[in-house]
């Protein structure tokens, strides 16, 4: 219902969410139940990660590389930092790992509420490519840093930077090679499998089981799922048939829709013992802390971009030259405003530990609950309701690079559709020329070239497809044309090819 209200009057589900999650914690005399700590990353971050890594375009974070590692590396350090000053600052008994802790869980945004706005308007396409590959690599700087300060406060702060580094080098090209090693192994089984149910299931299986197999032998779920992800969406998809994509997409799109349901109505449901737990002098005491906690999160990201921008632009030339147009300061504020926190915060803050190694309760497990919920809800309401109108008083350029990657993508696949027709002199298939040619003279026109009407059905069209379909496939892996494009294609392939085949999905 709240997810429809959000269609109705164009605002970003995860906003009205949020609202939603803070009512279920004002409700009286509510359940409340809490998640495994264990369970929580598990459940949400591994899903999201993967989402990630298929939705991001590898050239695209090329062609950003700079920018995209100043926002999800140093920007993230420095909130890192700054929330944990401040934590300590106005917590004097709060032990540092737990404030690193706090900082980490508050740092990384979340781009499905910005892009949720982003995708109503027409934007330039480098700025919606910084933020989606933002939150592909902030997530796993941020829970790596998390993972470390939570192990050292578990241990009682006995970690040190002589054991700590050599463990961390070990974890993240172990965890890299992993990633590489499980991707090759699930794309033979995606290869070798044929029926769409085993398909889906395979698919959820092989997302935890990587996860789940990292972290028992002592890697980084986080980074082995993205190595494998960004693996798997490479190469994984044109090798799988359209019977089985469209409705695994479908499925899996489904899911984590479920999951962002699902944590904010989790957080609600912590909320309210979590209140009733606190005193009137520790309930002021904690919103206060929570409300300067989301400032800082805030004022870092917006004056590190901003600063960031104005050193660029005194430079006079682009942070990555011959991939990605120049940066400009409306485009600044605009990525600034777009740091909204999301699933993966508040999956991190379920997961802090309930109890040390000792048997005592985890430090302060309460006020990092409250403040993860305040930096999400603060960021995604204030945020997220004010970010379309800013868009629209900026009057950004917004240039159709994608449009005319599809367009141009699907001309070069057509031509190749009809080199494979050559020499076939059958009715079916001088009719599908003619609509090929057709077709690509309808992709040079910018007005009426961003959509195609679905072909007959018959197996010369499958021939025709499967090659349009490699050519794509070559002009994405060659940079010429980028992931969102190669996307589009793919989808438009897809129905192509079900309707030539009659294939049940169902």
Same mark, same amino acid.
């Given at each position: 219902m ?5 269609r ?9 969410l ?25 459940l ?8 990630a890594a ?14 995209? !590692?100043?926002? &999800? /590396? +140093? *920007?993230?350090?420095?909130?890192? $930092? @700054?929330? =944990? ?6 917590v %004097?008994?709060?032990p540092?790992?737990?404030a690193? !802790?706090?900082? &980490? /869980? +508050? *740092?990384?945004?979340?781009?499905? $509420? @910005?892009? =949720? ?6 934007? %330039?396409?480098?700025?919606v ?7 592909? /690599? ?9 993972r ?7 241990s ?9 580094v ?24 995606f ?6 149910s085993?398909?889906i299931?395979?698919?959820f ?7 789940i197999?990292?972290?028992a ?18 190469r994984?998809?044109?090798?799988q ?5 469209v409705p ?7 899911v984590?829709?479920v999951?962002?349901?699902f944590?904010?109505?989790l ?6 013992p979590?209140w ?7 309930r002021?005491?904690?919103i206060?802390v929570?409300?300067l906690v989301l ?20 430079r006079?030339?682009?942070?990555n030259p011959?991939?990605a ?5 409306r485009?600044?504020?605009?990525v600034?405003?777009?740091?909204m ?6 999956a ?13 309760p985890?430090?302060?497990r309460d ?10 809800f ?7 309701l ?10 950004l350029e ?6 005319r ?5 699907r ?13 076939d ?6 009719r ?7 077709a690509?003279?309808?992709s ?20 025709a497809?499967?090659a349009?379909r ?9 940079g010429r ?25 169902i």
């Amino acid at each position: 219902m709240l997810s429809a209200l959000a269609r109705r009057f164009g605002l970003p589900y995860p906003t009205v969410l949020a609202i939603g999650g803070a009512a279920l914690a004002l409700v009286p005399n509510g359940p409340g139940w809490t998640l495994d700590p264990h369970l929580a990353l598990t459940l949400f971050v591994a899903p999201v990660l993967l989402d990630a890594a298929y939705d991001s375009s590898v050239r695209d974070i090329k062609q950003n590389w700079l920018t995209v !590692a100043s926002l &999800a /590396i +140093v *920007a993230v350090g420095l909130t890192t $930092a @700054a929330v =944990a000053v401040v934590a300590r600052l106005l917590v %004097p008994d709060m032990p540092w790992p737990v404030a690193i !802790a706090l900082g &980490a /869980i +508050v *740092a990384p945004p979340d781009a499905a $509420a @910005a892009t =949720a706005i982003l995708r109503q308007v027409r934007l %330039p396409h480098r700025i919606v490519s910084i933020l989606e590959g933002e939150s592909l /690599i902030n997530d796993a700087s941020a829970l790596l840093v998390y993972r470390l300060a939570v192990v050292a406060a578990v241990s009682g702060g006995t970690l040190s930077a002589w054991t700590v580094v050599p463990t961390f080098l070990l974890v993240v090209v172990g965890s890299v090679v992993a990633g590489i090693v499980l991707a090759r192994v699930m794309r033979f089984a995606f290869g070798i499998t044929q029926d769409i149910s085993t398909a889906i299931i395979l698919t959820f299986c092989s997302t935890f089981g990587v996860w789940i197999a990292a972290e028992a032998i002592g890697l980084s779920g986080i980074l082995t799922i993205v190595t494998f992800a960004v693996l798997v969406a490479r190469r994984g998809r044109a090798e799988q048939p359209a019977r089985l994509r469209v409705p695994t997409n479908v499925v899996w799109a489904t899911v984590v829709f479920v999951l962002n349901i699902f944590a904010f109505v989790l957080i609600g449901l912590q909320l309210r013992p979590i209140w009733d737990r606190l005193d009137a002098g520790q309930r002021e005491s904690y919103i206060v802390v929570a409300a300067l906690v989301l400032l800082t999160t805030v004022v870092v990201r917006f004056a590190w971009v901003m600063g960031y921008t104005a050193l660029l632009m005194l430079r006079g030339r682009s942070p990555n030259p011959g991939g990605a147009s120049s940066p400009t300061l409306r485009g600044a504020v605009l990525v600034s405003w777009a740091g909204m926190r999301g699933i993966v915060t508040l999956a991190t803050a379920f997961a802090v530990p309930t109890v040390l190694a000792g048997g005592q309760p985890f430090p302060y497990r309460d006020l990092i609950l409250l403040c993860a919920f305040a930096v999400v809800f603060g960021t995604l309401v204030v945020q997220g309701l004010t970010l379309k109108p800013l868009i629209s008083s900026m009057h950004l350029e917004a240039e159709d690079s994608v449009g005319r990657e599809v367009r141009w993508g699907r001309a070069e696949s057509y031509r190749a559709a009809l080199v494979a027709l050559d020499g076939d002199t059958s009715a079916e298939a001088q009719r599908l020329r003619v609509e090929y040619e057709e077709a690509i003279d309808l992709s040079g026109n910018d007005e009426r070239g961003d959509h195609m009407e679905d072909l007959p059905e018959n197996h010369v069209r499958r021939i025709a497809i499967a090659a349009a379909r490699r050519r794509a496939d070559e002009l994405r892996l060659s940079g010429r044309i980028g992931d969102e494009a190669y996307r589009a294609l793919e989808t438009e392939f897809d129905w192509t090819e079900l309707g030539a085949t009659n294939a049940r999905i169902i």
